[in-house]
């Protein structure tokens, strides 16, 4: 099985920037990909970026340009660096690792860290 465990979360005022965390543990060799998700309150859960085993990324598309995903396979610790933030980027970011084995696909997800852009 897989864990993560996210970071970085915190408060921060509007234009300001946070970057954030997830290390992933145990049984991480078949993880094929990882993303990150965001819940803001009173929304649903929605994805945020997602970067795969061999570097292809992706953005929701109102995000591109202030976020940017990455990882360090060396520290098995995915990021995301976010600047120029908004009061509507307030929410828990989740970190998600997608595994494939013995044909069936498994999603495992961290605890979330808080975000909360706010003057």
């Known amino acids: 099985q897989v864990q993560l465990v996210e970071s970085g979360g915190g408060l921060v005022q509007p234009g300001g920037s946070l970057k954030l965390s997830c290390v992933a543990s145990g049984n991480i060799g078949y993880v094929f990909a990882l993303a990150w998700y965001r819940r803001a309150p009173g929304r649903q859960r929605e994805l945020v970026a997602t970067?795969?085993?061999?570097?292809?990324?992706t953005y929701q598309d109102a995000l591109k340009g202030r976020f940017t995903i990455s990882k360090d396979n060396g520290k098995n610790t995915m990021y995301l660096q976010m600047n120029s933030l908004k009061p509507e980027d307030t929410g828990v970011y989740y970190c998600?690792?997608?595994?494939?084995?013995?044909?069936?696909?498994?999603?495992?997800w961290g605890q979330g860290t808080l975000v909360t852009v706010s003057s």
């Open positions: 998600n690792a997608r595994s494939s084995r013995y044909g069936a696909i498994t999603d495992v």
């Open positions: 970067i795969t085993d061999d570097g292809r990324i």
